[in-house]
């Protein structure tokens, strides 16, 4: 996983998917993604997920899910949630974070923070 973090790049970026990911393709898709998942009941099934994918203009279906989905997962950021009823769904998980960001301001904890908190005001704009 390879994601280029420095202070001054997050003062520029406004979405948490332009921190996450070089690639414009990958930005847009995991947009749309995050747009999905705010939608409705607040999650996807794998069958909707599977859709979804398919219907990607412009990124493979393959692509979504060994680059956005896997990195999306692999900084626990999405989790596959299995429910009371026996199914499973994609959910955005909360990431828990201080009020305040590490110091010094550059250092990886710091810029980590940063892009907790990105995630979090966007499914929790509130909080």
């Keep these: 996983m390879n994601i280029d973090l420095d202070a001054d790049g997050l003062k520029k970026v406004r979405h948490v998917e332009e921190a ?3 690639c414009r393709k990958s930005q847009v898709a995991a947009r749309a ?3 999905k998942l705010k939608e409705g009941d607040f999650g996807m099934s794998q069958s909707e ?3 979804f994918a398919k219907g990607l203009t412009g990124y493979s279906q393959e692509a979504f899910y060994t ?5 999306l ?5 999405v989790e596959l949630a299995t429910l009371r009823g026996g199914g499973k769904r994609y959910i955005p998980r909360c990431q ?3 009020r305040n960001p590490p110091s010094p301001q550059s250092s ?5 923070w940063q892009v907790c908190q990105l995630w979090n005001r966007e499914f ?3 909080g």
Excluded: C, D, M, S
């Excluded at 680059?67 to 990195?71: H, W």
């Excluded at 990886?108 to 980590?112: C, D, N, S, V």
């Design 20 to 22: 996450i990911f070089r």
């Design 124 to 126: 929790w704009p509130e």
């Design 67 to 71: 680059v956005t989905l896997r990195r």
């Design 73 to 77: 997962r692999g900084l626990g950021l």
């Design 108 to 112: 990886l904890p710091a810029l980590i």
């Design 49 to 51: 997920l599977a859709q």
């Design 96 to 98: 828990p974070v201080t």
């Design 33 to 35: 993604f995050i747009k």
